[in-house]
């Protein structure tokens, strides 16, 4: 049977309690952070999360529809969740809602509840998996911030709040580059470019993984100049990885495209999406949490002749203008409403700053030290087995099992402009 995406993801079995903050809390006490499992929103949340990256993703290609797109949909929406967390009424409501719940059938508090349980999950230790999801907000200094509110957070979304000169643009920048770089060790670099003035508080997020391959590839067989057509006329030079190994795949006719499997050795995959010439469109049109549901319930394991893109990826979005359009319009509006932030008037959103960073390689994500022995002789081909190339533009996810999370989102349109 299958991994399953939204089904199996969970951690069965296991009964394990977590915890995932300090003792000083506002309440005073330990928050515990229990399997997936054991938080019923955080199921039902799972499809909710997925619906949002897709949706977002769509609001990109309206923005780049001939580019490279990549982001973490999972830390987006973490980190809007934080934020609602310190907001009232309808900057609350519209931030919640743009994330595609419904305050009718679940409450803030169970929303809260559930993405408390997401972060602590995600950011738990694990053996050979490196995930690390952060926020941070950068705040005016003349706004003092409740000490209720920096404890919850700190606590509960694992999020810094620190007091910020922004009339000093240079050394505001910095200060916020330089708390990133610090947070992701040096994965995440120059988040900020623009600052102004009148800048009263800044939202950023980021995320680190590592992790390899259960199935890494060989090295020597990776050919340095492979043809990748970026559109009819225009063809660039790529490393391309190969192997023959058993693999969890599908061909979808309902959307014109094959999905190819990879997993990770540990609580993650890579899903490697290829549309048929011309389906591109189609495909990022259907993409849902439904969709991901279905191709769980076709993938089967198989020989496979692969060929994938060595790949570094990287991207830097000022979600503003999006999540304007995506609802969320109070928050950056004179009339926000953040009374759980702080007592001070004139706290608005002024930037919601996000950078995705990925390297996909022959081990993994990262460089990882493998024994010398672990490339073995490939198999011979058998006489039934798919081929499977990736070399023209594909949609990429790397999603995290135990929370069924979406961790990366992207097209690769041009594997050479990262």
Not at 12 to 41: D, K, W
Not at 202 to 212: D, G, W
Not at 338 to 348: A, D, M, N, V, Y
């Amino acid at each position: 049977m299958p991994p399953s995406l939204y089904k199996v993801f969970l951690l069965l079995g296991l009964h394990v309690t977590i915890h995932c903050a300090s003792p000083n809390s506002s309440e005073g006490q330990v928050t515990i952070c229990h399997s997936p499992q054991h938080n019923v929103t955080l199921y039902k949340m799972s499809s909710t999360n997925a619906d949002f990256a897709f949706n977002l993703y769509r609001r990109f290609t309206v923005e780049t529809p001939h580019q490279n797109i990549f982001f973490s949909p999972v830390s987006i929406s973490a980190a809007l969740a934080m934020l609602s967390h310190g907001a009232s009424s309808n900057t609350q409501t519209q931030i919640l809602e743009s994330l595609g719940f419904n305050l009718t059938v679940v409450s803030v508090a169970e929303l809260q509840q559930g993405f408390q349980h997401l972060i602590c999950s995600l950011n738990f230790p694990k053996k050979e998996l490196e995930l690390h999801m952060g926020n941070a907000l950068f705040i005016g200094k003349q706004l003092k911030p409740l000490a209720a509110f920096l404890d919850d957070v700190k606590s509960l979304y694992e999020t810094e709040v620190l007091s910020t000169d922004f009339s000093n643009v240079s050394a505001a920048k910095q200060e916020i580059n330089s708390h990133v770089d610090k947070q992701t060790k040096g994965k995440v670099v120059g988040l900020i470019q623009d600052l102004k003035p009148n800048t009263v508080m800044i939202l950023v997020n980021y995320i680190s993984f590592k992790a390899q391959w259960a199935n890494p590839f060989d090295p020597l067989r990776t050919e340095t100049g492979f043809n990748f057509l970026v559109d009819k006329s225009t063809t660039v030079q790529v490393p391309m990885m190969h192997q023959m190994e058993q693999y969890y795949h599908l061909v979808d006719p309902e959307l014109n495209c094959t999905v190819l499997q990879m997993d990770y050795t540990e609580k993650a995959l890579a899903l490697f999406v290829l549309p048929k010439e011309g389906q591109m469109k189609w495909l990022e049109e259907s993409m849902s949490s439904k969709i991901l549901k279905k191709w769980n319930r076709l993938l089967q394991k198989g020989w496979v002749d692969i060929f994938v893109p060595k790949l570094s990826i990287s991207a830097t979005h000022d979600l503003g203008a999006i999540l304007l359009k995506m609802g969320i319009q109070d928050a950056f509006d004179d009339h926000a409403d953040f009374p759980g932030i702080t007592e001070s008037h004139g706290l608005k959103l002024s930037t919601a700053a996000h950078k995705a960073v990925l390297d996909i390689g022959e081990k993994g994500t990262e460089d990882i030290t493998l024994p010398e022995d672990r490339f073995l002789d490939q198999p011979e081909m058998t006489l039934f087995h798919a081929t499977m190339q990736f070399n023209r533009p594909f949609l990429l996810m790397i999603l995290e099992k135990s929370t069924k999370s979406i961790l990366f989102l992207g097209k690769i349109v041009d594997p050479m402009e990262m």
